[in-house]
């Protein structure tokens, strides 16, 4: 790929609700496994070289936990 | 003397809002208070406001709502039965605080009741018919030209108070003609003017604020509580400064009447009556029902021998008159309801029969 | 690094306190985006309803007020008079809108009041713990249909949006849905036509989203989302039932 996706996680802001895992194309979201402060698995980008920066993962996000950049 | 003309009170009480610079009237048909809907429906707009038809009383209040608290001047009416239906909407606004004028032309009650004028919903205006801690201040005037000058006087203290403020008529007062002077027209807030009087009001922040919120509910019970503790000093305050009445024959009077709006009226024929039998009676005739004037009482003479509430309920006002009375003397209740209308004769007769008949001795009847 | 999303300065900087994978934080932020999109954050007034969404204005960065159940539609109504040229609009669930305000909001479209409704439908009361609201399926369990809601005993759950569109004051009326990413950004151009029709005074903008309600459905956000499309869309199809030619 010509450009590299990168998503920043909130991991404070997450609720653990996975609608952004199940909505990834890539299927390349998981849930960690750490707690945050409100007792949830924040979600996390496990294979980060295959993120497209479609930001599918934004769009389902309810919290706003989620940013995508994309690097040329 | 200003120039009087002949109105009938419902559209007086329009016109004067008109001129007091409301600019936002919401309402529904209803008896004895139509021909004030259809005024502001044919006045409004040629002076730049606003009307609409609401498809219930209980849209209407809360359109109204929706103009206060974005910092419009507006009148609501109603009557009884509509009034009823506002309840959940007055006792949001106070717990809001914001602004509003709404009169209630009340007709007989309970439930549909009839279309005459009553005075049976004194406890709603007064107790509050709504939920939780919150007062209206309520205004009863007598008079077509009183009214009017209590409409003007009702948008200062709801904009200084912050509060719904209700202009109790009923239904003579409503639907009768008198000559009326009516107050100059005052300019209306003008939209961007608004920010600038009313801080607190939703005009969009522009981005150059932090937004406006304007909310009710609180889950954190404290902040409920510290929300009402902050505002219950205003109806402390309304309570030193607000109370009006009118005190007529009392000085060596055998027995003073207790009676507001246009019953007053008939009460004082009744005491021309009353002299003609050779029985002193006077009037106490309260302007404010609430903050009700208790210290009205202190002006009863050594004379006195009982207090009798004459209203068109089953006697509501009567607590207020045992409160203001306060044990001095036995305190009765003679009147008609339904929207029936009591007549002088039958005033007279009825206290005459009172004060003879033994029935006040020493104890309310 | 490009960006490709941020968190719309329409949003607050505040936590959100609805249950996990409840979609009011999607919906929330279409508008607060349309609007910063629109240049409107600072004319906009808002009206929550009650139900969960009554705390909307902690997260919604525009002037916003709260309402009695219901009557959102009357209190815009009431707003937009004072302020002609602000974007207006009313945010409500299935119980506010559906069920005790269904006189405001049928009125509000019978005046061809120029305001945007955004009509979250869930098929269920979600703050007072997941009673049956008109919107729910026949079938669908709720703690005041245990048995899940019978035709019966309480009717067939109401199309709004259909409801609306035969009122000719609804000049626009569309039902999306937010339950993938292709349906999002389809519901944020219907938010979009909505602050247009209102920008060109055409008359009453309705929008209805359908949404999910994970905690009283008792199920997983993931699952929320399989049972929406699977149930939800069938009764409740997604489109456009008025659409104004001047808006296209």
Partial sequence: MAFKGIVEFDEDRCKGCEMCASACPKKIIGMSGHVNSMGYHPAGVEKKDECIACASCALMCPDGAIKVFKEN | MKEKVLMKGNEAFGETAIRCGCRFYFGYPITPQNELTEYMSANLKKAGGEFIQAESELAAVNMAYGAACSGGRVLISSSSPGIALMQEGLSFMCSVQVPLVVINVSRGGPGVGSIQPGQADYYQA???????????????????????????????????????????????????????????????????????????????????RPHNVIKSLYLQT???????????GKYETAKKELPEYEAYNLDGAEVVMVAYGSTSRIVLEAIDLLAESGIKAGLIRPITLWPFPYNAFDKIGSSTKAVVSVELSKGQMLDDILIGSNGRWPAAVVSRTGGVLIYPQEVADRVKELLEGGKLNGKSV | MEKVFEYTRGMLDVKLTYCPGCTHGIAHRLIMETLDERGLLGDAIGVAPIGCSITSHRYLNVDMCESAHGRAPAIASGIKRVHPNAAVFTYQGDGD???????????????????????????????????????????????????????????????????????SGAVYVERVSLDSPANVRKAKKAVHKAFEVQEKKLGFAFVEMLSTCPTNWGLSPVASLEWLRSNMMQYYPLGVFRNPEEVM
């Fill in chain 2, 222 to 232: 404290e902040q409920l509580e510290e929300t009402i503790n902050g505002y219950w």
């Fill in chain 3, 97 to 167: 809108l559906a069920s005790i305000g269904t006189a405001e909001i049928v009125h509000a479209a019978h005046r061809g009041e120029k305001f945007c409704t955004f009509f979250i439908n869930n098929a269920i009361y979600g703050m007072t713990g997941g009673q049956m609201a008109p919107t729910t399926l026949v079938g669908q369990k709720t703690t005041t249909t245990r048995e899940g809601r019978s035709e019966a005993a309480c009717g067939k759950p109401l199309r709004i949006s259909e409801m609306l569109a035969t009122i």
């Fill in chain 2, 126 to 208: 007064t107790r509050g018919g709504g939920n939780g801690d919150y007062h209206l201040i309520v205004y009863a005037p007598s008079s077509i030209q009183e009214a009017s000058d209590t409409i003007v006087k009702a948008y200062d203290v709801a904009e200084k108070y912050r509060n719904p403020v209700m202009v109790l008529a009923d239904g003579m007062l409503g639907q009768m003609m008198e000559p009326v002077s009516l107050p100059e027209m005052k300019e209306a807030l003008a939209e961007e003017d608004i920010p600038k009087v009313k801080p607190w009001a939703l005009v969009g922040h522009k981005d150059q």
